[in-house]
């Protein structure tokens, strides 16, 4: 991705949680500044044809959308699942961190730490108050070059536009244990609600602070039985914070902690673990893997945008 967003097929763009940057503010920030470059094409804002199509209604597309309708482009935006894209599928009551950032048409987001819940309802707000209109449940199938741009296939439609803006996340694809019984109703891949798990026997698969902050919000739920699997020896990517807490819980004997540990089965009431090279089965009403996102290194490829993978590489 060049610095204007650019990516080496010319007209199309990244910007948000794809392009590196995951943090609300820059991520909004991106958007803007992405429409901006797209605003620079030649033919934009000229004739019937579309000038731009927004991927991805988190808070780079909303930024990117907001943009494009104050510069008065003719644009779409699609998204693959709601509103708010990673966002609106935080666990209920998680503390969002972000600064403030200036958003076209609506003024300055005054935020630095809050709710998912009153996020959601900021974003659902300046939506409405914007006009925006946001296309949701649409995802996008094909990418393919056209004679005055691109021709976009989606799930309900297609569009034919001058550029087209990625503000995909990494995490639209959930990464699989790849074990027998993953395929179990009982196995998600996200914590929405800890209520739910009242009183059951719950596995949290993962080290990351969304594997913590799950695990720990569980154990607080009554009757919960909680066990936390990584297969590192150490939580080195989670904030100490969640760390601490993760430790604290398990002094207190509300969570389970195996660390060097790997998922081997799942069955309807039970799961195996191996860890520390010993099997071990428990019980088991819920699986909730926590173990990232895959990139849409296929689809960017199919579209045409050479993806460098580096191995320790500065």
């Not at 020896?233 to 195996?258: H, M």
Request: charged content about 25%.
């Amino acid at each position: 991705v060049e610095p204007d967003f650019q990516t080496n097929v010319p007209g199309i763009y990244i910007a948000g949680e794809l392009g590196g940057m995951g943090l609300i503010r820059n991520a909004v920030t991106q958007g803007v500044q992405a429409v901006e470059s797209i605003c620079k094409m030649d033919g934009i804002g000229r004739g019937d044809q579309l000038d731009l199509v927004i991927v991805g209604a988190g808070p780079a597309g909303i930024g990117a959308s907001l943009a494009a309708k104050s510069r008065k482009l003719k644009f779409a935006t699609v998204e693959q699942e709601s509103l708010g894209g990673t966002v609106s599928h935080y666990p209920r009551g998680k503390i969002v961190m972000t600064a403030p950032v200036k958003l076209p048409l609506v003024g300055k987001m005054n935020f630095r730490e809050t709710t998912k819940e009153v996020l959601m309802q900021y974003w659902e707000k300046i939506v409405a108050a914007s006009g925006l209109d946001i296309s949701d449940n649409e995802r996008v199938e094909s990418i393919e070059p056209g004679s005055a741009g691109f021709n976009i296939k989606t799930t309900r439609n297609s569009y034919n536009s001058k550029a087209v803006l990625l503000a995909i996340g990494r995490r639209g694809t959930p990464r699989t244990l790849g074990v027998p019984g993953e395929e179990k109703p009982k196995v998600v891949y996200r914590l929405i609600d800890p209520e739910q798990y009242r009183g059951q026997h719950v596995l949290v698969v993962g080290g990351g602070d969304s594997a913590l902050e799950a695990a720990v919000s569980i154990a607080e739920e009554a009757g919960t039985t909680v066990t936390l699997s990584y297969r590192s020896e150490a939580f080195s990517r989670a904030k100490e914070k969640n760390r601490n807490k993760v430790d604290n819980a398990e002094k207190a004997g509300r969570l389970q902690v195996l660390m060097s540990s790997n998922v081997k089965q799942i069955t309807d009431n039970e799961v195996t673990i191996n860890a520390n090279d010993k099997d071990m089965t428990i019980a088991n009403d819920a699986v909730i893997v926590c173990a990232g996102g895959i990139l849409p290194t296929p689809f960017l490829k199919s579209v045409g945008i050479e993806v460098e993978t580096k191995y320790g590489t500065a």
